[in-house]
Nanobody, 129 residues
Framework: VQLQASGGGLVQAGDSLRLSCAYS???????????MAWFRQAPGKEREFVAA?????????LYADSVKGRFTISRNNAENTVYLQMNSLKPEDTAVYYC???????????????????WGQGTQVTVSS
């Protein structure tokens, strides 16, 4: 399984960005079998959970309190892609953003790094004040 994140950049506070994460897998495990998530890591800090969406139709989503109401996670199974729409960005959102995939048999989503098996390479988001 490979995950390719893109869409990061340098923006000003209050702007929006949309991150994308393209999945490529192997026979027997298709994209819709995976719960997907976004994490981020700022310099000198631990990786933290941002948002997650359940497998298949993505009926369940979960957000960190710090991004609730500003960020939206979604998935397009036909395109094997998960998105993170980020609005009203703040300087404290500055970090490297990573997408992650976790093979799931249910629609439960979890916020811990241990819930995900595969990770993308990260994309830098910088928000200036």
């Amino acid at each position: 399984v490979q995950l390719q994140a893109s869409g990061g950049g340098l923006v000003q506070a209050g702007d929006s960005l949309r991150l994308s994460c393209a999945y490529s897998g192997y026979l027997g495990r298709t994209f819709n079998m995976f719960a997907m998530a976004w994490f981020r890591q700022a310099p000198g800090k631990e990786r933290e959970f941002v948002a997650a969406i359940s497998r298949s139709q993505g009926l369940n989503t979960l957000y960190a309190d710090s991004v609730k109401g500003r960020f939206t996670i979604s998935r397009n199974n036909a395109e094997n892609t998960v998105y993170l729409q980020m609005n009203s960005l703040k300087p404290e959102d500055t970090a490297v953003y990573y997408c992650a995939a976790g093979y799931a048999r249910t629609s439960v989503v979890v916020p811990g790094v241990g819930g995900y098996d595969y990770w993308g390479q990260g994309t830098q988001v910088t928000v200036s004040s």
